[in-house]
Each structure stands twice: as C-alpha cells, then as structure tokens.
C-alpha cells in the first residue's frame, strides 16, 4: 500500500480456514452496508496460498458474485510479512490456529505496529502467555489484544455478567455453574484444528501452570460473599435444566477469571482512550452493578449415555495426549478416538446449520448479603439465566468476532488505548451484547427463585 492511503479497517489473516471462510462470509454482510455503526468500509483477507484464498471469496460471497477484496500474502513463520500486513490495517482477526503454534508472531506484529488484534483463540496457555510477553508494550504502542473472541470466550463471559447483573441488592450472587448443551438434528461435528487444539492443550498442560507460577505477582482475586463452593459429584444430574453434566476443561473459567481479577484491580473497569463523559459514566455504572462469583462450566447432555460419551473422549484425551506416541495417534485418528465428533474434514454446510446451543447460568446466592458472612451459610436463593445461539465453531464464532471487530472500529476511543485484555473487561460496557441478541444470540431470564438448603 502506499504511503497516505488510508488503511483497511480489518484484515482477516487465515480466511482460507475453515473458520476463516465462515468469518470471511459473515463480515461481508456488513461490508459498506450504509449503517454507520455497523459497517466495514474497507476488507482485506490474507493467509499464504492465494488461490485458496480466491476460491474462499467466491464460495463466502455466494449467491452473490465476489466483490474485488484485495488478497495479502503472509505466513506466520515470516515475521516481515505480517509486519507488513500490520502496516496496512487498524485490525486484523486472526483465524489461524493451533494459536499455541501460529499466533505469538501474529500478535507480536500488531503490537510493535500499534494496530488492534482479536482472535478466536480457545487456548488459555496461549492467552495468559501474550498477556504476560505483551501486555506492557502493547499499552505503550496502543495497540488492543483480545483473545477469545468466539464462542470461547464470550458467551461465558457475557453469560456471567448477565446473571452477576440480576442479583439485585440485597441480594448476592456466590456461585454461577455454566451448562453448556450442544444441540443439532444432524450429527454434531467440529473440524479438526479444533480438536487438535484441545489435544496440544492437554499435552502441555503442565506449560500454563508454569507460566502462573513464573508471574512475579499474583493477580488478585475478587471479594465473594459467602462460602467457596465444594467439589461437587463428577457426574452431576442437574434436574431443573434437564441435563447430565461434567466438568469441561475449555477455556471459558480461566478467562473468566482473569477478567473477575482485572476488575478486582480496576473496580471502574478499563478507561477508554478518549471516552466522552456519558461513556465513563455508563461504563462506571455498569461495573459497579456487576458482583462477581465463583464460576465454572460443564459440559452437558440430555442423556447419561451422551455424557459417558463425552466423558470417553476426555479419558481419550487426557491419557494419550501426555505422551507422544498417544498424541500421533490421536492426532492421527480424530474421528475415531473423539467417537465421531470431529472430522479431519470438518461438519458439512447441513450440519453446521442444524446445529445449536444452550448455555444455562445457574447463579445462587444469597437473598441478603448479611446472609452470606454467616457460619455454615448456604445459598437461599438461585438465577438461572440463559444464553443460546446456533451452531458453536462456524457460525456462533463468526458472528461474536464480526460484532467484536464492529464495536473495535466505531467505538474505538471508548476502549482502552492499548494492552492484552480479556473480551469480558473489554467489551462487557459496551452494545456488544446487544449486538448478538440482533444476530441471532439471546439473552434471557429463565427463572429466579428461593431455595431450601
Ligand atoms: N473460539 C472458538 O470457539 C473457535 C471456533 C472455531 C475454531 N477455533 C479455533 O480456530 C483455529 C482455526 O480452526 P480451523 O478449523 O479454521 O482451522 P483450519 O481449517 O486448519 O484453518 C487454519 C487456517 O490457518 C492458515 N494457516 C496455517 N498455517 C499458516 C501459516 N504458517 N501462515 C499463515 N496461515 C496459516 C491456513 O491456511 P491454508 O488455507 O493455506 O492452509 C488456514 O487458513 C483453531 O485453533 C480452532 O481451535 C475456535
């Protein structure tokens, strides 16, 4: 690009993936579609084979004919070219994953340029990483780093404060268990980077505790009325959502976390870079109504046999993937070792569309905040809330990390000037949620009720 021209609001950098195409597909709704707020003006898409990339274009845009999207070359493994592809855009969405293999060069380009990064990373490791080796130069450069911006994070995090901002006063939110229930007519099918982003996570499990253990300060945690939860049975039944339930090692609590602590140190939450004085009051109102709680998720199932299902894949998992040999046959045998779950090949366009989502928030608490300082107190009272949605990977992800980049390039002095953030203390003041209810992700209330111990 020349000096002076005006830079492209977004690139999207892996748009051949097969999450890629499905962003790329999804931002070309908004591209100059003369709604000032909800706009792109200006797209490029890049990756390392072109021609790929020019065949993703025809099948995103169909049934209409390609537009002219200019078509960048950079590899991850080629520092100058994504330095390049920095120079030439105030945000990239980076699609290219394992991000633990593919994405610390990808950020390190976007800070040292001073241009705004998110992701649709699911991978902790590699998000508490780029905040530990970036966090500092991203805040000098101005350069904002989100990632997370898919169904990993966001519905967890969104889905929280949701139910955190139904907890009235005198009341008090303790502890909110997430449920989430993957839903389709068809076969429920993710593509295989995924998986084998779950399956380098287990392997190097032991890397992310380190990493905590290296940090010479700890993060502080947050205040919680009220007792820490017990452990519970692995295998919950939860009757009042009808599901059956156990634990999911996905990323959703560790982000969650990170923004409870980040709020924690900052009670106002992150001051924009030029915020106007009605955002800073909106932002300080909303964070002083959020109460934080203890938080985890589960994966869950209408029948005991789709949990033992779920529960074989995890067993799959976490005792090959310690191992190399385990990890070559897992990897190379995806199908068979998730029992169908993922394909090397990813879901057909039919079962990405029949496919949907649950999330339940199961919040419980205290009608009385004198309640919760009690010996041996336990929760009287319960919130259920609700986020659903379709399909999780292709088009869920999509549509959270579009809405993302949307707010990313109109509200942008409303956002902290730079740093290595989680998507909840970034984007929780803002329409985003909003944003996904007009697209297709809900928010509702099921039920709030008083419970006996
Ligand atoms: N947050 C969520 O909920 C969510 C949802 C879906 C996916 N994901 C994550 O997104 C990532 C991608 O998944 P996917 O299924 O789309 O994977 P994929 O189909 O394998 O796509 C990977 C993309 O990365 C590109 N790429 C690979 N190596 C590269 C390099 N050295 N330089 C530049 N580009 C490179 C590929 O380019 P070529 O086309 O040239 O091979 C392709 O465009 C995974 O980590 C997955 O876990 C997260």
């Not at 199961?362 to 949605?389: C, H, W, Y």
């Not at 902290?416 to 998507?423: D, E, I, L, S």
Request: glycine share 8%; aromatic share 8%; net charge positive.
């Amino acid at each position: 690009m020349e000096p002076n021209v005006t830079k492209f609001d977004l690139i999207i950098l892996g748009a051949s993936g097969f999450t890629g195409k499905y962003v790329l597909k999804e931002a070309l709704k908004f591209l100059n579609n003369n709604q000032s707020f909800s706009s792109f003006n200006s797209i490029a898409i890049a990756g390392r084979n072109p021609t790929k990339l020019a065949q993703t274009l025809i099948w995103a845009s169909k049934p209409n004919p390609p537009p002219s999207l200019p078509i960048l070359l950079a590899d991850t493994t080629n520092p100058p070219s994504l330095r390049s592809l920095c120079s030439q855009t105030n945000l990239i969405l980076n699609c290219v994953g394992p991000f633990r293999h593919h994405g610390d060069p990808v950020v390190a380009a976007c800070v040292d340029s001073g241009c705004d990064y998110i992701d649709i990373s699911g991978e902790p490791e590699f998000m508490e990483r780029m905040e530990v080796s970036y966090h500092d130069r991203a805040v000098e450069r101005g350069s904002l780093v989100v990632s997370g911006c898919g169904f990993d994070s966001v519905p967890a995090e969104l889905g929280l404060l949701y139910n955190s901002l139904q907890w009235v006063g005198p009341s008090v939110v303790n502890r909110v268990e997430a449920y989430v229930s993957l839903e389709s007519e068809k076969r429920i099918v993710g593509n295989f980077a995924t998986y084998e982003s779950a399956v380098l996570g287990v392997a190097n499990a032991s890397k992310l505790q380190q990493l905590r253990r290296s940090r010479p300060k700890r993060r502080p945690r947050p205040m919680i009325p009220g007792p820490s939860p017990t452990k519970g049975e692995t295998i919950e039944h939860q009757k009042k959502i009808g599901l059956w339930a156990v634990m999911l090692p996905s990323a959703d609590a560790s982000v969650v976390r990170r923004t409870l602590s980040t709020l924690t140190e900052k009670p106002k939450g992150l001051p924009g870079s030029n915020e106007s004085p009605e955002m800073v009051e909106k932002r300080e109102a909303f964070w002083s109504s959020v109460k934080p709680a203890h938080f985890g998720v589960k994966i869950g199932s209408k029948s005991l046999l789709g949990i033992l299902r779920i529960t074989m894949i995890g067993i799959f998992i976490g005792l090959l993937g310690s191992t190399s040999f385990g990890r070559r046959l897992l990897l190379n045998f995806p199908s068979f070792f998730s029992l169908g779950l993922f394909r090397k090949n990813g879901p057909s366009n039919e079962e990405v569309e029949s496919a949907s989502f649950k999330m339940w928030f199961v919040g419980q608490g205290f009608n009385n905040e004198n309640l919760a300082s009690q010996v041996n107190a336990k929760p009287d009272m319960e919130i259920i809330t609700r986020v659903t949605g379709p399909e999780v990977g292709y088009v869920s992800t999509p549509i959270i990390l579009v809405q993302c980049a949307l707010i990313l390039l109109s509200q942008r002095n409303n956002l902290p000037k730079g740093g290595v953030y989680t998507p909840g203390i970034v984007f929780g003041p803002t329409d985003l949620q909003q944003r996904l209810q007009q697209n297709g992700i809900s928010f509702d209330i099921i039920s709030k009720n008083t419970i006996s111990s």
